[in-house]
């Protein structure tokens, strides 16, 4: 149509809100790093911190929009729960038993269990296109999960793939029930976090320093990317939202490079960077179709 702005198409706003909320998150693996308290401790805080920041950005939201506040216990709701808590789980103790690389590496299979969940349940056509990418991201993925196999990491590797088809599982759900309120939702998976490592935490004593870095996750990192990452199947089939998080599989090492000294492997490298290739090649084309579509 004449006239017609691209830049203002849901595709383009999709992308950037994505990217955003994936930028902001790439430091979680190196600051769950930096944490020396136990994984139930370290769940607690990093649940309950993100689910009161995001609980209260969604309640002024709602009163700044004067709208009534949705149902806390919508099945829509429940199911971004139960699911983002699992992925939260799996991807901490990923974290903890394999290095910071192989965790964020492996959430190249997400795109593949979205694409196979929203053909199953919403009956979204995959383009071939979307699956080629994936294919290539899977192929970065094996050359990775080889690398683990070979350094005795396969528990760790098995434990990530679990934190990406979880996550997968979350994306679909909030493309299924666009209007469910995504920041409540995540809130409401933050608090099972807290209840559930209440029950294993040793304690929920923590040190000045580990404070300081949860006090980070949970107010800032954490609640402003899975809020601005959970708005993304709004706009965005979610198998391309998965594709936008693989992101964070290249940046996030880089942080635990820069900053603790942990080197990747080459062979991990390798395996990220065709990731990151494929990534890019995929949505400047999505982008330049749209444009030509625009301007027809």
């Given at each position: 149509m004449p006239g017609a702005n691209p830049a203002a198409s849901p595709q383009t706003r999709g992308i950037a809100i994505v990217t955003l909320g994936v930028l902001v998150l790439t430091p979680d693996g190196l600051l769950t790093t930096l944490v020396s308290a136990d994984i139930w401790t370290m769940l607690f805080w990093r649940g309950l911190l993100m689910a009161i920041a995001l609980t209260l950005f969604s309640l002024a939201w709602q009163r700044r929009q004067r709208k009534p506040a949705p149902?806390?216990?919508?099945?829509?709701?429940?199911?971004?729960?139960?699911?983002?808590?699992?992925?939260?789980?799996?991807?901490?103790?990923?974290?903890?038993?394999?290095?910071?690389?192989?965790?964020?590496?492996?959430?190249?299979?997400?795109?593949?269990?979205?694409?196979?969940?929203?053909?199953?349940?919403?009956?979204?056509?995959?383009?071939?296109?979307?699956i080629t990418a994936i294919a290539i991201a899977l192929a970065g993925m094996a050359i990775i999960f080889g690398d683990g196999l070979g350094r005795g990491d396969i528990l760790g590797d098995l434990t990530a793939v679990l934190a990406a088809a979880c996550w997968a599982g979350t994306l679909v759900v909030l493309r299924w029930a666009p209007h469910t309120?995504?920041?409540?939702?995540?809130?409401?998976?933050?608090?099972?976090?807290?209840?559930?490592?209440?029950?294993?935490?040793?304690t929920l004593t923590v040190s000045e320093l580990d404070a300081l870095w949860l006090g980070l996750l949970g107010f800032v990192v954490l609640p402003i990317s899975f809020g601005l990452i959970s708005l993304g199947p709004r706009y965005l089939p979610a198998p391309e939202v998965s594709l936008i998080v693989l992101l964070e599989a290249v940046i996030g090492p880089l942080w635990a490079w820069i900053f603790i000294g942990q080197v990747p492997t080459l062979v991990s490298l390798g395996g990220g960077a065709l990731i990151v290739v494929t990534l890019a090649v995929y949505f400047l084309i999505s982008l330049r179709r749209e444009g030509a579509v625009a301007r027809a």
């Open positions: 149902p806390f216990f919508a099945l829509p709701t429940l199911g971004v729960a139960v699911l983002f808590t699992s992925s939260s789980v799996a991807f901490v103790t990923a974290v903890v038993i394999t290095s910071v690389a192989n965790t964020l590496f492996l959430v190249a299979v997400a795109p593949l269990f979205a694409a196979m969940l929203a053909w199953l349940f919403l009956k979204e056509r995959v383009p071939q296109r979307t309120d995504a920041r409540l939702a995540v809130a409401c998976g933050g608090y099972m976090i807290a209840v559930i490592a209440l029950f294993f935490a040793p």
